[in-house]
Each structure stands twice: as C-alpha cells, then as structure tokens.
C-alpha cells in the first residue's frame, strides 16, 4: 500500500477532518475513494434505538469503504474520525481505471478487500465472546493505540456500556494485570492473555 501513496497523490486531492467530523453516513452513495493517510475512522452503524454500533476502527494507511465504493453502491454504515485525519480522496473514474492499467495494484486493492472480509468475519465472532475475551482481542490487535484511546473509546469499539467494561477493569487492576491513568490504559500485563476468562 505505501508504495503507490505517491501514485496516489497524483491523482488525488488530499483533505483534512477534524475529530468528530464525519466523512459519509450510511446509504449515501459513494462518489470517491477515501485513503486513510493519518488519524483513526471508526465505522458503525445506528441501531432502532439511536444507539452506534460499532463495525471497525480503521487506522492509517488504509483504504475506506472500498467495497461499496468500487461497486457504486450504498454505504453499509457511516464513518467518522476519531481523531483529526488526513485523508486522499481519489475520483472513482480515476481509480479504476489504475486499477485496469496496473495488475500489481490491482492485487493490493484486492489484498485490502480480503482483510476487511477477515475484519467482518471477527466481528460476527465477537458477537459471542465474553467481555474479556473481547478485551484480550482488541488489546492484541491495538497495543500501539492503546494508550491513546479512552476507556469510552475501547467500550464503544466492544459494543458494550462503559459500565460493563469499567466492572470488568476494575476487576483486572486489582489482579495487576493492567494499569490505567486519567482515564487510559498504559499497561498490560502478559499473564491476562494466558488466564482463562470468566464470563461477566
């Protein structure tokens, strides 16, 4: 991927958003490619009560929503930035035809498309995972981010209330097996990995 961010840059044009800022809602039509340059998006989607489901946090550098866009359809969910991003915003047009004209991008497209296929997959699993083991995943897959998110942040990203994920941390700090401060955790201890889980 990093090595066509120069092609890229050619045929693009490159846009900030600030933290908070939205880049598409769910059911708009896509009319360019959004490439992750810098920052975090997070991906959900609005439940029947108004409440946001967390999809995926996708971090730099990375394609957004590929899938809809190079098949011109609706968006499957929204996406907003966690923090402030810089993005490339790449003509539909444009990209395809990068596509047809470069197999060995082609490829790297396609290679983006079967990780997010992956990231659904894992999505559909955690659905039925105790709190710690959903912990212990999103830890693994997260360690450098980590100490950047807040304990909202990680409870919005499991899907799960801030109350419940604050019980369950509560429970790990007085077994040492994390650490927080103001509100982040700065510390996980290797043992949480290997001990067996106990449903909350």
Request: glycine fraction near 2%; charged fraction near 25%; include cysteine.
């Amino acid at each position: 991927m990093e090595d066509y961010i120069k092609i890229l840059y050619n045929i693009s044009y490159k846009h900030s958003y600030n933290k908070q800022e939205i880049l598409f809602y769910e059911g708009e039509t896509p009319k360019k490619l959004f490439v992750l340059l810098e920052g975090i998006v997070r991906l959900y989607k609005n439940t029947e009560n108004n409440q946001e489901t967390t999809i995926h946090q996708i971090s730099h550098t990375s394609f957004i929503a590929e899938m809809p866009t190079f098949l011109n359809i609706p968006y499957p969910a929204s996406a907003v930035c966690v923090e402030k991003c810089e993005v490339l915003e790449v003509s539909i047009n444009t990209f395809k035809k990068l596509c047809q004209e470069d197999s060995n991008f082609c490829l790297s497209f396609i290679a983006s498309l079967c990780n997010k296929i992956k990231i659904l997959e894992n999505h559909i699993s955690q659905n039925s995972k105790t709190i710690e083991e959903k912990l212990k995943d999103f830890f693994l897959q997260n360690q450098e981010l980590l100490i950047t998110l807040t304990q909202k942040q990680i409870a919005k990203s499991l899907n799960i209330s801030p109350e419940s994920l604050s019980r369950v941390l509560k429970n790990l700090k007085e077994k040492n097996l994390i650490k927080t401060q103001s509100g982040k955790i700065i510390f996980v201890d290797t043992k949480f990995y290997k001990q067996p889980t106990i449903s909350m």
